[in-house]
């Protein structure tokens, strides 16, 4: 990374923290820390240890229990055995699913791979500033319904959905409840002493920890039941077995304990330093905030600039590290999906930008990158004829 | 300000997409003319102003909504009109695709370079 470049694309990966760097290292030695967490000597019990703290700290973030946090490689995995894992168990045919268009990709792919076991979906349509409303939800309930899978914050626009207004109408009409909660970790309180969520995918790397470790929430009580889809040594307790990554796990531990101690601060700081960026960016014309406002995560600005191509306005912004709604940025090609869910058409969806702001963006970058944004904006339209009109 | 070509776009699109020198519009008079070309599938549009003497282009600019590829092509056939008779030096896609290799996937792009020359073309039959 140059200096020159800023990095405002925290919701797609954080940097590791040096403190959970420091915390993995040892986890990495030659001469110990090498044990097989599942193995019954010094090393073993060594390492099993950490594993078990890490897991506690985990725990400890979303309000529930150690036993209740499963480890997985990532969130794509604990999204696929929630919701596989869910159907399988309880068997899928003629069973229901309720979902939204705006989920990843790791929820809707898997909701598309049971729809060819004899599963039926229900995808759930955002309203233009992209929330699910709880009663969409209900209002879609079947007798056969089996599973709700819903995004706790939407990794695109930042907005938050009504997880905790939910749970509980979930729970009382025996449906099970999946959330995948990656953009909401360490951004905003969860408690699931108080929230009855079933079932909750994390990830690591968006929160300052290491990539290709995650972990499932499984409810013990009542018990949200799972058929494993790793089968093999029966670790973590039959639901995925595999060998633990005993570095991965603690770095994961780390930068959740970290996030404990500093989601609230760290919320406030970053929540100002989006709106400044918004208001300076407000000198252009035409340009428009997606996702409603009032229900934002504080690390999330998604913004349309009319009259500003997609593709060449990621290209002259190369110093700056962000998402695109433009087919070119991703690897399908096609126009944020997220953004078209919400009503936008595919040129407004592809002359869109996600800024994901962090632990270490500072006021100079977000001014600096406002700049830029709006220099490169103008050029674009004055380039353009009629000034990019339609 | 130095652009990195991070997308890697082959380099005569990323020197004329980064600094299109004949970005902009001419005038309007008697003796200047303005013809567009779009491509409705990638949404591009270009816009050419060319003024004329005797069936010569003595000045060009362009404007374009689209793509660097889109806007590289704007300034390329803009830079080859200068001093030329469009209906006797024919611009084509081939010579688009060939100057600023542009590839298959962009090939719409070198299309309406040849689409905007030969409304250039007809105008200035008349």
């Known amino acids: ?390 | 300000m130095n652009r990195e070509n991070v997308f890697g776009y082959p380099e005569p699109v990323w020197a004329r997409f980064e600094a299109p020198a004949r970005a902009g519009e001419l005038m309007a008079a008697a003796d200047v003319v303005v013809v567009e070309a779009g491509s409705p599938a990638a949404r591009g549009r270009l816009r050419l102003y060319a003024q004329l003497a005797g069936g010569r282009v003595v000045d060009v600019r362009f404007q374009a909504y689209g793509c660097p590829v889109t806007i590289a092509v704007g300034q390329w056939v803009a830079e080859q009109l200068v001093g030329a008779d469009p209906r006797v030096h024919r611009l084509t896609a081939a010579d688009l695709r060939q100057a600023l290799e542009i590839t298959d996937d962009k090939a719409h792009c070198a299309l309406m370079g040849e689409d905007l020359v030969l409304a250039l073309v007809k105008r200035i039959s008349g």
């Open chain 1, 1 to 390: 990374m140059t200096d020159a470049l800023i990095y405002l694309d925290y919701a797609a990966t954080t940097p590791l923290d040096p403190a959970v760097r420091e915390a993995m290292l040892p986890w990495l030695g030659t001469v110990d820390g090498y044990g097989n967490p599942a193995s019954d000597h010094a090393p073993g019990r060594a390492a099993r240890a950490a594993v078990e703290a890490a897991r506690a700290e985990v725990a400890a973030l979303i309000g529930a229990a150690a036993e209740e946090i499963v480890w997985t490689s990532g969130a794509t995995e604990a999204n696929n055995l929630a919701i596989k894992g869910a159907l399988e168990f309880r068997g899928g045919d003629g069973a229901h699913v309720i979902s939204s268009r705006i989920e990843h990709k790791a929820v809707l792919d898997t909701c598309r791979y049971l729809e060819t076991r004899g599963v039926a979906v229900t995808y759930l349509e955002p309203d233009r500033d992209g929330l699910i409303r709880a009663g969409q939800v209900l209002d879609a309930l079947r007798p056969s319904t089996v599973l709700v899978s819903l995004m706790w914050v939407n990794n695109e626009t930042g907005v938050i959905n009504p997880i905790t207004e939910l749970a509980p109408r979930l729970r009382e009409r025996g449906v099970l409840f999946h959330v995948d909660a990656v953009q909401a970790a360490g951004k905003l309180p969860i408690d699931l002493a108080a929230t009855p969520v079933d079932l909750l995918s994390l990830s690591a790397h968006k929160v300052y920890g290491p990539k290709g470790i995650g972990a499932l929430f499984v409810r013990k009580r009542p018990r949200a039941r799972l058929a494993p889809q790793m089968h093999g040594g029966g670790h973590e307790q039959g639901m995925r077995s595999g060998t633990l990554a005993t570095h991965q796990i603690v770095g994961m531990g780390r930068a959740f304990a970290l996030a404990r101690k500093t989601m609230a601060a760290d919320a406030e700081r970053v929540t100002a330093l989006r709106e400044r960026l918004w208001q300076a960016m407000s000198v252009l014309p035409a340009i428009a905030r997606n996702g409603s406002v009032g229900h934002l995560a504080p690390h999330v600005l998604n913004v349309s600039f009319a009259g500003a191509e997609g593709e060449s306005l990621r290209a002259r912004l190369s110093d700056l590290a962000v998402s695109s709604g433009s087919a070119c940025s991703s690897a399908t090609r096609e126009p944020s999906y997220v953004l078209r869910a919400l009503g936008r058409d595919d040129e407004t969806a592809a002359s869109s930008l996600r800024f994901s702001l962090g632990r270490w963006t500072t006021p100079e970058q977000v001014d600096r990158a406002a700049q830029r944004v709006i220099d490169e904006v103008s050029w674009l339209r004055q380039l353009a004829p009629d000034g990019g009109a339609a």
